[in-house]
């Protein structure tokens, strides 16, 4: 993953303390499919290894720190508190913009080759579609259209507006914290009907 350095607990307060810019991501090898990955990362990752202060793992290679439901209420959580904290959002913002500068033409290069190779497997390029169009037939059923008007208006009960960019007809849905700063740059309120969520720019 492209600007990807890892996820681990211990290694992402490291981060907020030291700086992205402190740290360095090493590709040492690429495996075919994940269970190779992982029977690698299982001879890599000991635990003596583990007992070394500078060592970032918390359990051993092919375990992973997290549960399925603690990675799931891990991301609920911080995507909440971005949306919620602008000081937060402005570190995410700038955290962001570090990872995409030291991602270097090579390293982007490396990555679309290997993604290039990857959908010359039939299989593989099957597998992709396959889940693009399950997601995008999901998407559109009575329970998830529901679900995403439900939290729309929820937003606009809590103060969410649509604003409107006439110079460069953009429109966005901003929450009341953002309002000023768009104002300011001269965006402006859409009118809206607040029961039936419709716009008018």
Same mark, same amino acid.
């Given at each position: 993953m492209i600007g990807y350095i890892g996820s681990g607990i211990h290694l992402q307060r490291s981060i907020e303390k030291y700086g992205y810019e402190n740290f360095k991501r090493e590709v040492l090898e690429y495996s075919e499919d994940r269970s190779t990955l992982i029977d690698r990362e299982i001879s890599l990752i000991t635990k003596e290894m583990l007992s070394d202060e500078l060592c970032m793992n918390i359990k051993s290679g092919g375990i992973g720190g997290f549960t399925d439901e603690m990675r799931h209420n891990s991301h609920i959580s911080r995507v909440e508190k971005t949306k919620n904290d602008p000081v937060y959002r402005e570190f995410v913002s700038k955290l962001a913009k570090q990872r995409a500068l030291s991602v270097t033409p090579q390293g982007r290069e490396?990555?679309?080759?290997?993604?290039?190779?990857?959908?010359?497997?039939?299989?593989?390029?099957?597998?992709?579609?396959?889940?693009?169009?399950?997601?995008?037939?999901?998407?559109?059923?009575?329970?998830? /259209?529901?679900?995403?008007?439900? #939290?729309?208006? #929820?937003?606009?009960?809590?103060?969410?507006?649509?604003?409107?960019?006439?110079? #460069? /007809?953009? /429109?966005?849905?901003?929450?009341?914290?953002?309002?000023?700063?768009?104002i300011n740059n001269g965006w402006v309120i859409c009118q809206s009907k607040i029961r039936e969520v419709t716009v008018t720019c």
């Open positions: 490396k990555c679309s080759s290997v993604l290039r190779e990857k959908y010359k497997d039939e299989d593989f390029k099957k597998s992709q579609l396959e889940h693009r169009k399950l997601g995008s037939i999901k998407s559109w059923e009575p329970e998830a /259209r529901e679900k995403r008007a439900k #939290n729309r208006q #929820n937003k606009i009960d809590s103060g969410w507006v649509f604003v409107y960019d006439k110079l #460069n /007809r953009k /429109r966005k849905f901003i929450s009341p914290i953002e309002i000023e700063k768009f």
